[in-house]
């Protein structure tokens, strides 16, 4: 059993970052081996990711999503547990994001699942500040 956690500031109002990552459809933008995803039925959201190894895979998760607390969580039924967390804040300067994570398929301290969420968070950040999709 793992947790991870990375968090980044980024130069964008917490309404309109919030706005941007709690749309299912851009989910593939930020999250980097994601390649689709789909809102379904209630809650669910399909979605269609590339392995390491370039293999992809397609699956059905969950995804909510708390305007009011600037929160979106999400996970997947099976046996790796899988599931984790956006929190969106204001900061002195433009807005916190942190993620976290919680799986059961590594150990703690897997480098490669640390490194998908810095990369994550950098990703946001590029989209936000350079390119202004936020």
């Keep these: 059993m793992a947790d991870f956690s990375s968090t980044t500031t980024v130069d964008a109002s917490p309404e309109d970052l919030f706005a941007f990552l709690s749309d299912v459809g851009n989910l593939p933008r930020y999250f980097a081996r994601m390649k689709t995803a789909e809102p379904a039925e209630g809650n669910a959201v399909h979605t269609t990711a590339e392995l390491p190894d370039g293999s992809q895979v397609e699956g059905e998760a969950w995804f909510e999503v708390d305007q009011s607390a600037q929160h979106i969580s999400w996970g997947a039924e099976g046996s ?44 946001i950040r590029t989209l936000v500040e350079d390119q202004g999709v936020a």
């Design 80 to 123: 790796n547990d899988y599931n984790g967390s956006l929190d969106v804040s204001a900061a002195e300067r433009g807005s916190t994001v942190q993620v976290t994570l919680h799986t059961n398929r590594v150990e703690s301290g897997d480098s490669e699942v640390q490194n998908g969420l810095d990369q994550t968070l950098d990703t």
